[in-house]
């Protein structure tokens, strides 16, 4: 298979990207699918980022990415460097940087990569309001883009510092929502102005990543990029995640849903999986994706022979369940979201069929197929999470999850919230330190909560509007 070809009947060829330098990390080409996580502490706490990342990579994590919500931040990225360093590891870091470009030009200075998001690097935070652009406005506020992009471009050239344009469904500008709406086509679109730039100004150590907490949305928007990169002669690799995976089988299963199907197309250079658990937990789960690749690929091919009666049928023999769950998900992701089929049977001689079913209707809700039980869009955390994430998660979960069909968002903070959460009924929102605003879809409807009395109500409310009060 050509990385232009989806077929679903297509055997494995890996798409062929350029390649690019993370440190002393090559990722792209003919170089191994890089696996990464994300640490959740305090980015001026160098000790305890120090400790996470090397718990992460001493997992197998080739790359560690850390919050940089501000300039203090981005600055001790030298310190967790060179601790990491001190304790003889070369792995490369990377700033993750939202709403401040000025943090992204002193990150330069001091981490192997720096992560942009085109949805908040210039454009002002979403409000989610109808704003109408002329072609001139919309010309006007690209060039503004070029503008500040052109400093962090040249402190990146001089620096040797890789950039990830990473563009999130949830954080979409204003701007590309209403020239675009939020579909594929927006998500794209935010991410090829950026690339345009990038390459006018002669700069291509560029990794991107398109990242969506619905599968079906993640992996339109990265086929649709692959398609416009190749029209335009772009080959930069790519980086997968299914975001607000959630945790548990079903943040492993989603994810394998999302970045299998890709993967079994020979899409994908470097891969996370976003679990709301501590990450080194991530990289078990993202090297058996890796591993797994060929293996699925045929599966895939052999599963999409059986369909019959709008029904796929997959025979699987893996002893191991979680081994089982993944390969799985990853065989049949592609062939539901394209809604080659609408069931799911799964065959396998050492597990019982009543788990088998429960595994099949998991996968078909990851796919956005038929839900049968509560969704949870839950977050991985990261230095920027208000409260106690996990906790919390299983504290909602305990209370909600009679709830079939319902969608709740929970999230550490209002980087992705709300926009994360357009798929929701409700949210729960890191709003400050302990602090909590909740969400009916995308409308805030109570503000500043402490976090002790916030799960209450958020039931409360789930409840109100279920009874009609």
């Not at 002329?134 to 070029?146: G, P």
């Not at 990450?279 to 059986?306: F, G, N, W, Y």
């Not at 089982?324 to 019982?352: E, R």
Request: aromatic share 4%; with cysteine.
């Amino acid at each position: 298979m050509t990385s232009r070809q989806t077929d679903s009947t297509c055997c494995y060829s890996r798409r062929k990207s350029s390649v690019v330098k993370v440190g002393s990390l090559l990722m792209g080409g003919d170089n191994p699918i890089r696996v990464q996580s994300m640490t959740t502490t305090n980015t001026l706490d160098t000790a305890a980022c120090a400790d996470q990342a090397e718990r992460i990579i001493r997992a197998g994590g080739e790359l560690v990415r850390l919050t940089t919500q501000g300039r203090r931040e981005a600055e001790n990225m030298k310190n967790i460097k060179a601790e990491l360093q001190a304790r003889g590891y070369a792995t490369p870091i990377v700033a993750d940087v939202h709403f401040n470009a000025n943090v992204a030009d002193v990150a330069a200075l001091h981490c192997d990569a720096v992560r942009i998001n085109p949805g908040n690097y210039v454009d002002p935070a979403r409000t989610f309001k109808k704003i109408e652009y002329t072609d001139e406005e919309y010309a006007h506020e690209i060039v503004k883009i070029e503008e500040r992009l052109v400093p962090f471009i040249n402190i990146c050239r001089e620096h040797h510092t890789a950039v990830r344009i990473g563009v999130n469904h949830g954080s979409l500008s204003d701007r590309i929502r209403n020239r675009y709406g939020d579909t594929p086509e927006g998500i794209v679109e935010s991410c090829m102005e950026f690339l345009r730039i990038f390459r006018k100004h002669d700069f291509h150590d560029v990794v991107i990543s398109i990242k969506s907490s619905n599968t079906v949305v993640m992996v339109q928007s990265v086929r649709l990029l692959v398609r416009c990169m190749d029209a335009d002669d772009m080959h930069y690799p790519l980086h997968l995640g299914v975001t607000e995976a959630g945790e548990g089988e079903d943040g492993r299963i989603k994810s394998a849903v999302g970045i299998g199907a890709l993967l079994t197309e020979g899409i994908g250079d470097t891969i996370r999986v976003s679990l709301s658990e501590e990450p080194e937990c991530e990289i078990p789960v993202a090297k058996m994706l890796v591993e797994s690749v060929e293996e699925c690929a045929m599966l895939r091919r052999q599963a999409h022979d059986t369909i019959t009666d709008d029904t796929i049928t997959l025979a699987i023999a893996d002893a191991h369940w979680q081994s089982l769950c993944l390969k799985a998900a990853m065989a049949v992701g592609a062939l539901l979201i394209d809604k080659c089929a609408h069931n799911l049977v799964i065959q396998s001689p050492h597990f019982t069929s009543d788990a088998l079913c429960r595994l099949a209707d998991d996968i078909l809700q990851a796919a956005r197929i038929k839900f049968t039980k509560t969704e949870y869009i839950s977050c991985p955390g990261c230095g920027r999470t208000l409260y106690n994430l996990q906790d919390t998660i299983h504290r909602i979960k305990a209370a909600t999850s009679h709830l079939k069909g319902l969608k709740i968002g929970i999230m550490g903070c209002i980087v992705n919230g709300p926009g994360e959460m357009a798929d929701a009924d409700y949210g729960y929102v890191g709003a400050g330190p302990h602090r909590i605003s909740l969400y009916r879809g995308q409308q805030c409807v109570e503000k500043d909560i402490p976090e002790e009395e916030a799960v209450e109500h958020l039931l409360r409310l789930i409840d109100g509007d279920r009874s009609g009060k």
